[in-house]
């Protein structure tokens, strides 16, 4: 029987994935990891690919210079993005974006990969 699924990764405007940038990878612990100013991560689109490949969530936070990323808990926020175990997911990041930081909500470690570009 045919499938008729259909995947695609266009991007938002129906631009085809654009990749700006190298694939860089983090090994996440449950303390603050970080991937300070990593070599070429400044250069890029505004978005980046994030995959948890991992048996426990992440929060990623992306900015400028050091960053310092901490698990949001009830009644207390945090910036970034909470990264499902074994999850693919892209998000926008700031022009100037040269750094980012993740922590894992158990010992881990999860391996992180995150890529920079457009449309991704």
């Known amino acids: ?11 938002a405007g ?14 996440v612990t449950a303390s603050n990891s970080q991937a300070t100013l990593p070599t070429g991560f400044a250069s890029g689109g505004l978005s980046a690919r994030i995959f948890n490949f991992g048996a426990a969530a992440v929060q990623i936070v992306f900015g400028i210079g050091a960053q ?13 993005y909470v990264i499902a175990p074994n ?11 040269d750094s980012f930081a993740a922590i ?10 995150v890529t920079r570009g457009d449309g991704l």
């Open 87 to 97: 999850a693919v997911e892209v998000v926008g990041i700031p022009a100037t974006c």
């Open 1 to 11: 029987m045919a499938s008729n699924l259909v995947f695609s990764n266009i991007g």
């Open 104 to 113: 894992g909500t158990a010992a881990g470690p999860s391996v992180v990969y």
């Open 68 to 80: 310092v990323a901490v698990l949001s808990t009830a009644g207390t926020p945090q910036p970034g």
């Open 14 to 27: 129906g631009t085809p994935p654009n990749v700006l940038g190298l694939t860089y990878v983090l090994s």
